[in-house]
C-alpha cells in the first residue's frame, strides 16, 4: 500500500508539473524566457533546466543557458545589460509586483500611479463579491479559461492575429494603457483568460524588450502565435476561484465592459454580463 500511495504522489507530481507547462509563453515574462518557450516548441531544451527553474536565475546565468541552443535554431539573443530594475505601477492603485532577481530593465518615460480612465464607472462605487463585480447596478462577472469547442471557429486560425497598436507619439504610460486591453482581449478570444499577465509584468517586459532592442508588437505576435498552436492541441480547465483577500481596490477598468484585478501577481478577469 506504502508504495502505492507513493506511486500514486509521483503521478499527480507529474501530471502538475506538465498542466504547469502547457502554455510556456504564458509563464514567460522577460525576453529570454520567451526564447526558452521557443526552444521548448522545437524540443530543444534537453540540455536546460525545468522552466521553473531556469526563471530563478538572473539574466546573465540565462543568457549563459541559453547561447548555444539559440545559436542553433537562429534565434537572437542580445547579451544582458548590467542595470536595476525599474519599479513599474499597475494602472489602478494595485502595489508593484518586483521580480525577485536583477533583470535588465529600462523606464523610458515614467509610469506613474493612475486610474485607466474609461467610461463611468468609478470603483470606488463598487463591490467585489464572490466572483462578482457590483458597479451601480451592472455586474462584472469572472471569467476564466474556455475549451476550444466554445471559441468562434477562427480564434485558433493562422489568420487571427494579436495585432496590438504600434507606438507612435504617445508617452510609454499611455501606450501601455491603450495596448495592455487589446492583448487581455485576445488572450480571452483564444480561451486563455485564466493566464494572462498582470499590467505590471505586462509593462515590465515591454521594458525588458525595449532594453534589448526588439519589437514589442512583433514579438507578441509571435507568443500568440505559440499560444494558439498550444490551445489547438491542449485542453484547459475551466474552473474559475479567486483568492478570498482580493478587494475592488485591486482592480482596474480596462473598458466599459472588462475588469483586471492584480492580487499577489495574479490577473483575474471580470467581464460585464
Do not use: W
Not at 59 to 78: C, M, W
Not at 145 to 163: D, F, P, Q, V, W
Not at 210 to 215: A, E, M, P, S
Amino acid at each position: 500500500m506504502r508504495y502505492i500511495r507513493l506511486g500514486i504522489c509521483m503521478l499527480c507530481v507529474l501530471a502538475c508539473s506538465a498542466k504547469a507547462d502547457q502554455f510556456c509563453m504564458a509563464l514567460a515574462e522577460t525576453y529570454y524566457e520567451q526564447v526558452y518557450c521557443q526552444l521548448q516548441a522545437k524540443a530543444q531544451t534537453k540540455n536546460l533546466p525545468p522552466f521553473n527553474q531556469f526563471k530563478k536565475n538572473s539574466d546573465a546565468v540565462q543568457a549563459s543557458l541559453l547561447k548555444r541552443p539559440a545559436e542553433r535554431n537562429g534565434i537572437k539573443l542580445p547579451l544582458p545589460v548590467k542595470a536595476l530594475p525599474a519599479k513599474v505601477s499597475s494602472p489602478a492603485v494595485v502595489a508593484p509586483v518586483v521580480k525577485s532577481r536583477t533583470t535588465p530593465v529600462i523606464e523610458p518615460a515614467p509610469i506613474r500611479q493612475r486610474t485607466i480612465d474609461i467610461g463611468s464607472q468609478d470603483s470606488a462605487t463598487c463591490e467585489l463579491l464572490n466572483k462578482q463585480i457590483l458597479c451601480a447596478g451592472r455586474v462584472y462577472t469572472l471569467v476564466g479559461n474556455k475549451a476550444n469547442h466554445r471559441l468562434s471557429a477562427k480564434a485558433l486560425g493562422e489568420e487571427n492575429k494579436m495585432a496590438l497598436s504600434v507606438r507612435k507619439q504617445e508617452s510609454v504610460e499611455c501606450y501601455l494603457a491603450i495596448v495592455y486591453p487589446e492583448y487581455i482581449a485576445k488572450m480571452c478570444e483564444i480561451g486563455l483568460c485564466g493566464v494572462t499577465m498582470t499590467y505590471t509584468k505586462f509593462a515590465y517586459l515591454y521594458q525588458d524588450l525595449q532594453i534589448k532592442g526588439l519589437d514589442f508588437p512583433r514579438r507578441f505576435e509571435m507568443m500568440f502565435g505559440f499560444l494558439k498552436k498550444d490551445k489547438a492541441s491542449m485542453g484547459v480547465s475551466e474552473a474559475v476561484s479567486i483568492p478570498a483577500g482580493v478587494s475592488v481596490n485591486d482592480c482596474s477598468l480596462l473598458t466599459e465592459s472588462r475588469y483586471a484585478c492584480d492580487y499577489q501577481g495574479r490577473n483575474y478577469i471580470f467581464d460585464a454580463q
